[in-house]
């Protein structure tokens, strides 16, 4: 029998899994992705895959904390040197004597504080001239190690390394950081009735979905590797599953059941694990997940656009934390006294759950209209969805 001569399942099959029930699971068949050690430039974003400790205190040495003067012993002083940072240690102080300095630069022995320029009253000469002024002792100095000492740990495994994270790694002197690489995902974008470009034509639609998944992928953590538009066709969708060579395929416009969607037998014909088939969810309760034989994931998106976005949300977003090595993403609780947008009475299938744009300004929740699964206007505008279930528990899930 060919692919597409397999009977098609009736599209209002009850869905399998609820709603957290397929979270949990996407998150749980992901395996961590194997650590390497990656330049500090390309490394934004990563998750760390061990701890990182100081290989150095921060500061090395006691330094000047501003540009003055170092100063030894009750004033005036006797400007006797300059030190700039880089210049390595200078000479010890005596009693009535100072050291220009600038900021990052060794303080002397014996300095007692620094004083700021904008404090000092000078007189005569650069070299060899009087200051005068008020120093509190150990007052802008840096001390060694104030920051961190030698083998402290300063970054925790699973950290994701944003830019100050990156830049302390290089104070501390790595060039490389031990990270779980970015997952890579493609995605499969079907649909004959699909246009990429230009004005929508009668029996035409322009694709939605496609424009949505860099930015989704990215704020995943995850990086795209491109986006290839397929006719209905399961010969073709099954050679491009083939070809991928990403951790995660994202396949839109596929995963129902209809005479047009071949994901599910196309995923059966190549030997996949299906983890996820269909969610009891509104919008977005045909999406899937499958596992290949080789441990590459599949995740089947629904055609209409607002429910291809949850199903990313629902299934992709903890797929791609688990790769990555991270926690499964959390939700948050609704604003105390946030009036129910749903529960059991809402309009819907029994059972589901519902996830419904929502705008939150000062506490306060507001249901946006226009949020149909073939609408994208009431999401535009969204600041998060709000995940209702079936008992009416709201809980809220960020947006990109």
Known sequence: MRIEDRPVQPADRLATSAWDEARWAAHQVAVPLAASAVPLAEALGTVLAEP???????????????????????????????????????APLWSGAACEIATGAPVPAGT?????????????????????????PGRHIRRRGEECAEGEQVLAEGAVLGP????????????????????????????????????????????????????????????????????????????ALRASDAELTLVSGSSSRG?????????????????????????????????????????????????????????ALPALAGLRGLPLPELTDAPIGAPLLGGPGRAGKPGATQLVPVRVRGG??????????AMLRGLAAADALAVIAPTGQLRLHPLP
């Open 364 to 373: 306060q929740l507001t249901e946006l209209r226009f949020a149909g699964s």
């Open 112 to 136: 007692r504080g620094v004083l700021p320029y904008e404090q000092a009253c000078r007189t005569g000469e650069l070299v060899d001239g009087l200051v005068g002024g008020s120093v509190e």
């Open 52 to 90: 990182v400790r100081a290989l150095v205190p921060i500061p090395s040495v006691d330094c000047s904390a501003m540009d003055g003067y170092a100063v030894c012993g009750p004033p005036p002083w006797a400007v006797v040197a300059r030190v700039r940072a880089g210049e390595g240690i200078p």
């Open 259 to 315: 005479p047009a969607d071949h994901l599910r037998p196309v995923l059966l014909s190549l030997g996949a694990e299906l983890v996820v088939d269909g969610v009891r969810c509104r919008p977005g309760h045909p999406q899937a997940l499958a596992q290949l034989p080789d441990g590459r994931l599949v995740v089947g998106l629904p055609g209409n656009p607002l429910a291809a976005f949850v199903a990313f949300l629902t299934l």
């Open 164 to 239: 100050a994270a990156l830049g302390l790694a290089a104070a501390l002197g790595y060039d490389t950081v031990p990270v779980r690489p970015t997952p890579k995902v493609a995605a499969l974008v079907t649909g004959n009735e699909l246009l990429r470009r230009g004005m929508p034509a009668a029996g035409r639609v322009r694709d939605a979905i496609g424009p949505m998944l860099p930015g989704l992928t990215a704020w995943a953590g995850a990086r795209l590797t491109g986006t290839t538009s397929l006719v209905d066709s399961a010969t073709v969708l099954a050679e």
